[in-house]
């Protein structure tokens, strides 16, 4: 009898230790929402780490590449390629001579300079993770377009118009970047007005590149427009200006730095 007498007890003891597990949990979970919650937000880091999302920019780089020391940098954006070579390189009237060497050019018979050891960048560094970015992004990009003109039935003028309507909000997006970077090389800060603006324009450029598209199909295929993933067609390169005040970003955690 004193057997039967104990089980209801036990069963309640069963009940609360079972229940206590998941009420730790909770508690757990609330606690960690509250911590959450009352971190504080940074607009700006949020917004930076928002367009590195856009352009698929990794956190850091699996493999950058080596870099000879007094290597210049190249243009990684073909768009900013372009425009500074018709900048630095103005057409010469029809008929006038070739223009003379500048004085104190070297020959061009001088010796070669002493080779120095390649140099690697640095995992974090922006334009490493932009490389990496973009050896990946032209893998798909031609893919992308090319999969995208065959639901969109283009061809002819409509394709040249789907093509350059992509064209141009990479450009627009690289404006954008150097824009940023001017304020910030001039502030000497990056302010949470211009992450949300960094974050704003961007929408913006891609809603409106939407539209373009849309603008190159029949009203019926409007719909389909609608479903295309537009940052798959971002070129990385975009982010180009950004280098030169990415030691800015070292001041917000979360920005274009490891997660």
């Known amino acids: ?29 609330k606690r960690l929402a509250q911590e959450e919650k009352a971190r504080p937000r940074n607009a700006a880091a949020d917004g930076f780490k928002t367009f590195a999302g856009f352009v698929n920019i990794p956190d850091e780089a699996k493999r950058p590449r080596r870099r000879r020391a ?13 425009r500074v070579a018709k900048a630095a390189v103005p057409p010469a009237p029809v008929g ?5 060497p500048a004085a104190g050019a070297a020959p061009t018979n001088a010796p070669a300079a002493k080779k120095e050891p390649p140099k690697r960048l640095s ?25 995208w003109k065959g639901k969109l039935a283009l061809s002819g003028e409509a394709e040249k118009k789907f093509d350059a309507a992509l064209d141009e909000m990479n450009e627009h997006l690289y404006d954008t970047m150097q824009t940023m970077a001017d304020l910030v090389a001039k502030s000497g800060k990056v302010s949470p007005e211009l992450g949300l603006r960094l974050v704003g324009d961007a929408t913006t450029i891609m809603a409106e590149t939407y539209e373009k598209v849309g603008a190159c199909v029949p009203p019926e295929m409007r719909d389909t427009v609608a479903d295309m993933q537009m940052t798959d067609f971002i070129d990385p390169g975009v ?7 990415q030691d800015k970003f070292e001041k917000l955690p979360g920005a274009f730095r490891r997660r």
């Open 1 to 29: 009898m004193k057997a039967y007498f104990w089980l209801p007890f036990a069963g309640l003891a069963g009940l609360l230790v079972g229940a206590w597990g998941p009420r730790a949990e909770i508690r757990e979970m």
């Open 70 to 82: 007094g290597e210049k940098d190249k243009a990684l954006f073909r768009g900013a390629t372009n």
């Open 96 to 100: 006038s001579p070739a223009p003379a």
């Open 123 to 147: 995992p974090e560094d922006l334009r490493a993770r932009i490389e990496e970015a973009q050896e990946l992004w032209r893998t798909r990009v031609d893919m992308a377009r090319s999969t």
């Open 239 to 245: 982010a180009e200006p950004l280098i030169a005040v």
